[in-house]
């Protein structure tokens, strides 16, 4: 009975010691970074206001647009903001528009100084990029830089902005070819090499800050299942662009006093593919929907010249005086056949806002914008840009090379970050495949420990009943008479007489109470172990 129990305790002790010993699991690291107004410091210590990322570089913040057009962050330098770049004429949208230097720190989120980097090799940085030059882009120069991503730093070769009206701010690169994913998954600061985005909303009446997750996406700002969709290798109408969707559906919901029409933009007589893109700011239309937006506005458009006195417009849409025109309407947009994004009122159309002479935000009261370039895409490629993903939460995942949306709240959120393929997520035991793995090796060895005593102490007890106790004689053989031819005679005074058999004496034990079996038997139980649902297996 006590080495049995002694069986026991050793048994658990070890098991306990299994468990404890086990390595324990660890969520896959992510990077959380808010997107929101930014104000920085210009490397002239000049007020920058911007929206975006705020980065640190060398010493200096910049606010940086998360950007699936590039492989390479492509940061702006000082030399964006020189004299012979403050005209904006040749841009078709900003004709007769100039800006002075504050204007163009805000617009372009500040800058890098490239005589504080490492230089780098251009033509790399061109390989990798082979989108940015497709519409006029150029590359003049690279560097090495260490991005200060809030408390994570990461050294990556980036591209220098030197030039060009493109652009507003700097590009961070989420691409699928993305060095900085690569950089940051290498240096063990993410998981894997996907990031999630809420854009918030830059919305006048319903501003939202938003958030960018990389190595992960938010589960705070989900409010619906995600939709899932394939990352492409393939580009749009000539653009680079790897969230591509198909707008199987576009209808526009315009309210007039106490009227509602319907209008039907898009159908399955004319599908639109569209491109994902959460570096533009507004929709971008082809020639023929653009148009089709204007007539809608019942109003004429005026040119960003008409109000350049006032302010600088960043990426001037469909703007008109508030006295001719208005378009208080919904998007409705039905993509690939299955999922509805509702674009509201507030998010379509807003008071013209802009940078004022100081190089701060203002808004003109005047004047009403349409969230649509005014001007039609390049390549005629649709793209859908921040004023769509207002509504929707954005997680791309390069491991699988799948992108998925899903309505996201409305209200701002703090982030709660999870790791893509979070394997501790979905167990509510916290331990790993080898922790679990290391038990099983233990319970085995456990019973195999059981099975080895409980045969010892078998065969103890079996020898033990064998042997007869200390003290106890064996009764002696009793001597076998042989016959004798004379055996029946009676004896002779001379025949030698033995005594009788001396008697054995005899013991009796009661051996009842020594069983080693008694005592009662332990009851095992099994607990259920639940599994607590990822916010990946909501991914349909």
């Given at each position: 009975m006590a080495l049995l129990g002694l069986a026991l305790q050793l048994v658990v002790l070890f098991a306990a010691q299994m468990v404890l010993s086990a390595p324990q699991c660890l969520s896959p690291p992510t990077v959380a970074l808010n997107l929101g107004p930014c104000r920085v410091l210009a490397v002239d210590k000049s007020d920058v206001s911007s929206f975006g990322i705020t980065v640190g570089v060398q010493g200096t913040e910049i606010c940086v647009a998360p950007s699936t057009t590039v492989n390479s962050t492509f940061l702006t330098e000082a030399s964006i903001c020189a004299d012979n770049q403050l005209d904006m004429s040749s841009e078709?949208?900003?004709?007769?528009?100039?800006?002075?230097?504050?204007?163009?720190?805000?617009?372009?989120?500040?800058?890098?100084?490239?005589?504080t980097l490492a230089p780098a090799d251009v033509q790399?940085?061109?390989?990798?990029?082979?989108?940015?030059?497709?519409?006029g882009n150029k590359i003049t120069a690279a560097a090495s830089a260490t991005l200060q991503l809030l408390d994570e730093r990461v050294t990556d070769i980036?591209?220098?902005?030197?030039?060009?009206?493109?652009?507003?701010?700097?590009?961070?690169?989420?691409?699928?070819?993305?060095?900085?994913?690569?950089?940051?998954?290498?240096?063990?600061?993410?998981?894997?090499?996907?990031?999630?985005?809420?854009?918030?909303?830059?919305?006048?009446?319903?501003?939202?800050?938003?958030?960018?997750?990389?190595?992960?996406?938010?589960?705070?700002?989900?409010a619906g299942p995600f939709y899932d969709y394939q990352v492409s290798r393939l580009p749009l109408e000539g653009r680079y662009c790897p969230l591509q969707v198909l707008v199987t559906g576009l209808s526009v919901s315009m309210r007039t006093g106490n009227t509602t029409?319907?209008?039907?933009?898009?159908?399955?007589?004319?599908?639109?593919?569209?491109?994902?893109?959460?570096?533009d700011n507004l929709?971008?239309?082809?020639?023929?929907?653009?148009?089709?937006?204007?007539?809608?506005?019942?109003?004429?458009?005026?040119?960003?010249?008409?109000?350049a006195d006032k302010l600088v417009n960043l990426e001037p849409g469909i703007v008109y005086r508030k006295d001719t025109a208005d378009f208080n309407a919904t998007l409705r947009f039905t993509i690939n056949y299955n999922q509805t994004v509702e674009v509201p009122f507030y998010e379509v159309q807003r008071s013209l806002r802009g940078l004022d002479a100081n190089g701060a935000v203002v808004v003109d009261p005047d004047y009403n914008e349409l969230q649509i370039y005014g001007t039609p895409a390049d390549g005629d490629a649709a793209v859908l840009g921040k004023a769509?993903?207002?509504?929707?939460?954005?997680?791309?995942?390069?491991?699988?090379?799948?992108f998925h949306m899903a309505s996201q709240k409305a209200e701002a959120t703090t982030p709660l970050p999870e790791a893509t393929d979070d394997s501790c997520s979905s167990s509510s035991t916290g331990l790993t495949a080898e922790s679990k793995g290391l038990i099983a090796v233990g319970s085995v060895l456990g019973a195999l420990l059981i099975a080895l005593l409980l045969a010892a102490v078998f065969r103890w007890r079996k020898k033990r009943n064998a042997t007869p106790p200390p003290g106890i004689l064996e009764e002696p053989a009793t001597?076998?008479?042989?016959?004798?031819?004379?055996?029946?005679?009676?004896?002779?005074?001379?025949?030698?007489?033995?005594?009788?058999?001396?008697?054995?004496?005899?013991?009796?034990?009661?051996?009842?109470?020594?069983?080693?079996?008694?005592?009662?038997?332990?009851?095992?139980s099994r607990t259920g172990r639940g599994s607590v649902a990822s916010p990946q297996s909501h991914i349909t």
């Open positions: 078709e949208s900003q004709k007769g528009v100039s800006m002075n230097l504050k204007q163009c720190r805000s617009r372009r989120g500040g800058f890098v100084d490239k005589n790399g940085v061109k390989d990798l990029n082979p989108g940015w030059g497709i519409f980036v591209g220098l902005i030197t030039e060009g009206q493109k652009s507003t701010q700097s590009h961070l690169a989420l691409s699928s070819g993305s060095t900085l994913l690569r950089r940051l998954k290498e240096s063990g600061l993410i998981g894997a090499l996907s990031w999630g985005l809420n854009s918030g909303s830059q919305s006048v009446l319903f501003p939202r800050v938003g958030s960018l997750v990389l190595g992960g996406f938010d589960k705070g700002s989900l029409t319907e209008k039907e933009i898009v159908g399955k007589a004319n599908k639109l593919p569209a491109c994902v893109e959460p570096y929709f971008r239309m082809p020639k023929n929907l653009l148009g089709q937006f204007k007539d809608l506005l019942k109003g004429t458009p005026v040119e960003p010249s008409a109000y769509f993903l207002s509504q929707l939460y954005l997680y791309v995942n390069y491991e699988s090379m799948s001597p076998t008479r042989q016959e004798s031819p004379h055996s029946s005679r009676t004896p002779s005074r001379g025949d030698t007489i033995f005594p009788p058999p001396f008697p054995a004496t005899t013991s009796v034990r009661d051996l009842s109470t020594d069983s080693i079996f008694g005592g009662t038997q332990g009851r095992s």
